[in-house]
Each structure stands twice: as C-alpha cells, then as structure tokens.
C-alpha cells in the first residue's frame, strides 16, 4: 500500500491534462471577452451605416 501511495504522487500524468484543461479555459473566456467587445461595436457601426445609407438622395439619373 505505502509502494502505491508513493508511485501515486510521483505520477505526472494527470498534471499536464490539467494543464491543458485551464489553458483551454483561459482561451474560451478570452474568446468571449473579445466577442462581447467586437459585437458592440460593429452593432453600434452598423446602425451608423444605416442611417447614413438612408439619408442619401439619390436624385434623378
């Protein structure tokens, strides 16, 4: 039992699964962060366009 316990914590493993599982998760959260900033503004750029789009007279051609 004290031979398992002893290989137990010396296994590594796990640690780099770990690794990879909270690097994964900084990445996602980054994503969404960069998501919200871009879709405010280009929501806000759009309806800018919009109306600049609308209020063009075209006139007679």
């Known amino acids: 039992m004290m031979n398992f316990i002893k290989n137990f914590s010396k296994d590594e493993d796990g ?24 879709k405010g503004g280009s929501t806000d750029l759009t309806s800018a366009t919009s109306d600049y789009m609308g209020s063009i007279d075209v006139g007679n051609f």
Request: glycine share 8%; no cysteine.
């Open 15 to 38: 640690a780099v699964t770990v690794d990879w599982v909270v690097l994964t998760a900084a990445v996602v959260g980054l994503a969404v962060a960069a998501y919200g900033s871009i």
